[in-house]
């Protein structure tokens, strides 16, 4: 048990249409992260959130965007959705001890049609 | 930049036999070092990290995984494997920055 909870598990989405995915912290766990892992690969790093602000970010374009919360929650916010956003989305929280130890939570995955 | 290849995409095995898959990372400075395993439709969860110290790292499950410095590898190891570990594995570094770097995945398919 992580303690690390996404919502929704599953969605369905038409190009153009935006969606919000959430994500609730593991208790003392400061820092959070989002993936998006596409079919058959590993995860890519979209950015990462230290006490509300984003503080690294990987090669995704700006119509991806975050937000954490005072207590440590996020969202992660894709506009102007296009087929190849389909993957699923992981939220990795740290402790923030700097070792890169991530806690991941099951995902949500997106489908957009 | 660092990078993470996994020198396997599938890994077919037959059950209680040894299996071994690779990983070999590239960094210009210190890093820490983890395997992550992922069964079907769920999140990653952490079999074991090399942070320093002993070079050979006990995880969960009975893998193990050794660091080689001189070969930047991070090889994961298990003597005996079981039907229950099919599953897709990860390797991935983290040089004390903001971002953790994954490879591509191993994909165990243990076999009756």
């Known amino acids: 048990e992580t303690g690390v909870t996404q919502s929704p598990t599953h969605l369905i989405k038409t190009r153009g249409q935006q969606v919000t995915l959430r994500c609730s912290s593991q208790?003392?766990?400061?820092?959070v992260s989002w993936y998006q892992q596409a079919l058959g690969q590993g995860p890519q790093f979209i950015f990462q959130?230290?006490?509300?602000?984003?503080?690294g970010r990987g090669n995704f374009p700006p119509r991806f965007s975050g937000l954490q919360f005072p207590n440590y929650s996020s969202e992660l916010n894709v506009n102007a959705l296009e087929l190849d956003d389909s993957a699923l989305y992981l939220c990795?929280?740290?402790?923030?001890?700097?070792?890169?130890?991530?806690?991941f939570g099951e995902g949500s995955r997106l489908t957009v049609l | 930049a660092q990078s993470v290849t996994q020198l396997d995409s599938q890994v077919p095995v037959f059950e209680e036999a040894p299996v071994e898959l690779r990983c070999n990372y590239s960094?210009?400075?210190?890093?820490?070092l983890f395997w992550y395993v992922q069964y079907p439709n769920q999140g990653l969860q952490l079999l074991l990290k090399?942070?320093?110290?002993?070079?050979l790292v006990k995880g969960i499950n009975g893998f193990e995984a050794e660091f080689n410095k001189s070969q930047t590898s991070f090889h994961l190891r298990k003597p005996s494997v079981h039907i229950s570990d099919t599953a897709e594995y990860f390797c991935?570094?983290?040089?004390?920055?903001?971002?953790?770097?994954f490879g591509a995945g191993t994909r165990l398919f243990v076999k009756a």
């Open positions: 090399y942070l320093s110290g002993s070079t």
């Open positions: 991935a570094v983290h040089t004390g920055g903001f971002k953790t770097i």
């Open positions: 960094s210009s400075v210190s890093v820490y």
């Open positions: 208790s003392g766990h400061n820092t």
């Open positions: 959130y230290y006490r509300e602000e984003e503080n």
């Open positions: 990795a929280t740290a402790s923030g001890t700097g070792t890169g130890e991530l806690f």
